[in-house]
């Protein structure tokens, strides 16, 4: 790989106080995501609002995806410095408030501000990442924050959890914020200058933007409750497909726009999106239905189904150092761990689609394993060669967009699951159709994997090398500046 770091004016103390920061960002959001999924049930029952549950999901869901590629637009504006200072604390301020809310609705609005504040600073440590080091050192770093990642789900799902088994119910919503309140002191004291471009800031784009996802979660969201030939449905989807017209014909014109549709001419770049969103269909299946499986058709108890992924999260954290180092050798290793990504998935989804009463149950925790792995090869290929695919002036708002792709997958798999194992468990009440439906959400995960791994060896690798070179002088152009 040719050397094409942005070179920012930091010492090598600097650089490393400045990824401490990411990490720490890295570790909290996850933290955040998982403790307050793991005790909104019981939140929303101590107000007498359990009823809410789909729609505090569907918010949240909504703007976190919104605001992904908002905050990116706005690293390029305003910087990064100034992204982590409003909406990390913005963050803190949401969060402190969740710790002392006693009414429902006041609770929904912060929980709302909460995920969209993050979502703006989601691609922040991925971002400075690109701008401290060197194109070859990039991959190793994001295997680090990858592991950070896997880190603080965990601790954020088990520390939430304990905290609330002890009546902390305040503490298991803002635990998190000194994590936060650490990253946002070390990015912007340590972190390196901001290299702004001038534009002004679509808000157009923003509002069609808000609609489409809006009416796009909550027809998703809403479909198996109220059916999906309902007028209700059938509205919401007719609004975000005719919004989606209006955003990209505005996009298109707009001198500013939210998001540059430009950098879809990229060929390598848009089979990038399409292979991350297709290797993260799974996570819906493991983290929801996979512990079902667990209690109903293997007969294990809660505590079992909680901590079967601690091996998964295990090589999530160690496995990314190691896989981002193997990735930077050369260019021709990105395809290939992507390839292994797509192969570990669709063993593991396959083997997971017998689980039942005769499983052992250490096949389960081995084969769950094996998707932390793939997730660590994943995210040290993913983020490196889609900014190694971006000009400088898109870095912001390109690094975004991987997450705002990854994020709305998810959306789109929860529906997809949901559609499946439903219908299923309705046609054939009992175990029969339990199995079936949970099955079916597996097989379609493998053959997502599947999927991605025919693309990924059929034509991303084929066009990344070339789609590479075009980059590269923009990078040198910009280092010279």
């Not at 600097?14 to 995501?33: E, K, N, V």
């Not at 919104?66 to 913005?90: R, Y």
């Not at 969060?95 to 703006?120: D, K």
Request: proline share 4%.
């Amino acid at each position: 790989m040719k050397e094409t770091a942005l070179q920012p004016a930091v010492t090598e103390s600097q650089a490393r106080m400045t990824f401490i920061g990411c990490l720490l960002l890295a570790i909290s959001m996850a933290a955040f995501g998982l403790s307050l999924a793991n005790i909104q049930t019981a939140v929303l029952e101590s107000m007498d609002g359990a009823a809410q549950f789909s729609l505090v999901t569907a918010l949240c869901m909504a703007s976190l995806c919104i605001m992904t590629p908002i905050g990116g637009s706005l690293m390029d504006m305003i910087g990064i410095k100034k992204v982590v200072l409003v909406f990390g604390l913005a963050t803190c301020v949401c969060a402190l408030g969740l710790a002392f809310c006693s009414n429902l609705y006041l609770y929904i609005i912060l929980r709302v501000l909460l995920s969209a504040a993050q979502g703006a600073f989601a691609s922040v440590p991925f971002v400075e990442v690109r701008k401290l080091y060197p194109i070859s050192k990039v991959p190793t770093m994001t295997g680090y924050l990858s592991g950070a990642l896997a880190l603080g789900g965990f601790l954020g799902s088990w520390l939430a959890g304990w905290f609330l088994d002890h009546s902390m119910m305040g503490l298991a919503s803002c635990f998190p914020v000194i994590l936060v309140a650490g990253g946002i002191f070390m990015i912007n004291h340590y972190g390196p200058s901001d290299v702004l471009v001038k534009r002004k800031l679509d808000y157009l784009g923003i509002a069609l933007l808000t609609i489409n996802l809006l009416a796009l979660v909550f027809a998703l969201n809403d479909g198996p409750i109220f059916g999906w030939t309902s007028a209700r449905i059938l509205i919401e989807f007719v609004i975000f497909i005719v919004g989606l017209v209006l955003m990209l014909v505005w996009e298109k014109k707009c001198p500013t726009p939210l998001i540059p549709l430009y950098i879809f001419n990229n060929g390598a770049y848009d089979l990038l999106l399409i292979i991350a969103a297709l290797l993260v269909m799974y996570l819906t299946a493991i983290n929801v239905y996979v512990p079902q499986a667990l209690q109903k058709l293997m007969g294990q108890p809660a505590s079992i189904s909680g901590t079967v992924q601690i091996p998964r999260t295990i090589l999530s954290v160690i496995v990314p150092g190691m896989a981002g180092a193997w990735v930077a050798k050369k260019t021709g290793n990105t395809w290939k761990a992507l390839a292994v990504a797509a192969i570990l998935l669709v063993i593991s989804c396959s083997f997971l689609v017998f689980i039942g009463p005769h499983m052992p149950l250490w096949f389960v925790f081995t084969v769950l394993a094996l998707t932390g792995a793939a997730d660590s090869f994943r995210t040290v290929a993913t983020m490196p060669a889609a900014q190694s695919l971006l000009e400088p002036k898109d870095l912001g708002v390109g690094t975004s967009m991987v997450g705002f792709v990854i994020s709305l997958s998810g959306v789109l798999a929860s529906a997809i699951f949901s559609i499946a194992y439903n219908s299923l468990v309705h046609a054939d009440p009992g175990n029969a159709g339990l199995t079936a439906g949970i099955d079916t959400v597996l097989l379609i995960s493998a053959a997502c994997a599947l999927l991605a791994l025919i693309i990924d060896v059929f034509f991303f690798r084929k066009i990344y090398p070339k789609a590479l070179e075009k980059t590269h002088q923009a990078w040198a152009k910009h280092n010279t500046k």
